[in-house]
């Protein structure tokens, strides 16, 4: 009887001795996603489409087309506080839009706020939420959800920081 106990208790032993050693997720290369990363002055350089036809797509933000954002440089301090200036072009106004804006790295989600005249940024309820694809301080995706033919596609957003 004693030897069976002892048996039984060097297998426990050795099944959570193993079970502590083995990895507890999907091993990933991608480095995680810092704030730090995400901070800085950008230019908006190209805007991809993943899942729907770019003729599909009309308006980017609020504004009358997604073409308006190509070159757009955005300013996004560490406070939360920032700005996207359009360049203007053909059938783009030229303009600087105030934002308030946050990242959750957890969750690889960025999301801002249109701030006008007067607004505080904890007494506006709209915004847009995106998420996060990828940082490394030099390049940024943003990939923003839209709904086509009952099926997510996305609009990425592909950033480079602007040169001081």
Not at 102 to 109: C, L, P, R, Y
């Amino acid at each position: 009887m004693k030897r069976i106990f002892l048996i039984a208790a060097i297998l426990c032993s050795s099944l959570m001795v193993l079970q502590s050693c083995s990895p507890k997720g999907a091993a990933t290369t991608q480095q995680p996603l810092k704030r730090g990363n995400i901070t800085g002055n950008w230019v908006l350089n190209d805007i991809t489409f993943e899942g729907i036809p770019q003729t599909s797509v009309k308006s980017l933000f609020g504004e009358s087309s997604y073409k308006c954002f190509v070159g757009s440089t955005w300013r996004l301090t560490n406070s939360g506080n920032g700005s996207y200036s359009l360049p203007g072009g053909a059938d783009c106004a030229a303009k600087t839009q105030t934002i308030y804006w946050s990242a959750s790295t957890k969750e690889d989600t960025f999301q801002f706020k249109k701030l006008y005249e007067g607004d505080k940024a904890k007494n506006v309820t709209e915004g847009y939420r995106m998420l996060l694809s990828s940082t490394d301080g030099q390049t940024m995706v943003i990939k923003t959800p839209v709904e086509y033919r009952s099926a997510t596609a996305y609009i990425v957003l592909n950033f480079n920081k602007a040169a001081k």
